[in-house]
């Protein structure tokens, strides 16, 4: 595998690797964001239905921009939460110091994230925090979906062979 892996990267040029992942890079952000924004719309539809109108379903652009904002804060914040524990950790932190950074992490997003909702929307913060979860469940929901799909056609794939 290895060889394989030598073999392969011998005609690489560094320059399109790195020019490659960058525009893989874009198009992720890009498609993640028009995603995010179609999420973020109907978790607005779901909080409507369990507190009627509670909180305006924002336009598809509007929701698209409340996104890209939460994105590029939460890099930001991520970052220096990032630097904050590689400098505790003198670089070289414990799995489990990884685990608290990362759960601190989802932490403070999430909060800023929903104050962001919450500043973009008209509605307050205890409503923007259950549209932040609302989120996280259809996140949720999409993923198990996904994973079963592969499941089946492992099972359908593996069964044929």
Request: proline fraction near 4%; aromatic fraction near 6%; charge should be negative.
């Amino acid at each position: 595998m290895i060889e394989q892996m030598a073999v392969l990267a011998q005609g690489v040029n560094p320059g399109q690797a790195l020019g490659a992942m960058i525009c893989g890079l874009i198009i992720g952000l890009g498609i993640g964001s028009l995603i995010g924004a179609v999420i973020l719309r109907a978790a607005c539809g779901l909080m409507n239905k369990i507190a009627p109108e509670s909180v305006p379903e924002p336009e598809f652009g509007s929701a698209l921009g409340i996104v890209v904002v939460r994105l590029i804060v939460n890099f930001g914040l991520g970052f220096v939460i990032g630097l904050a524990f590689g400098a505790v950790s003198g670089g070289q932190p414990e799995p489990s110091l990884l685990i608290v950074m990362q759960l601190f992490n989802f932490a403070v997003t999430f909060i800023v994230g929903s104050a962001i909702i919450m500043a973009m929307l008209p509605t307050d913060f205890g409503k923007a925090l259950l549209i932040s979860l609302l989120e996280f469940a259809i996140i949720i929901c999409i993923g198990l979906i996904i994973l079963l799909a592969v499941v089946m056609v492992g099972l359908i794939v593996g069964g044929l062979g």
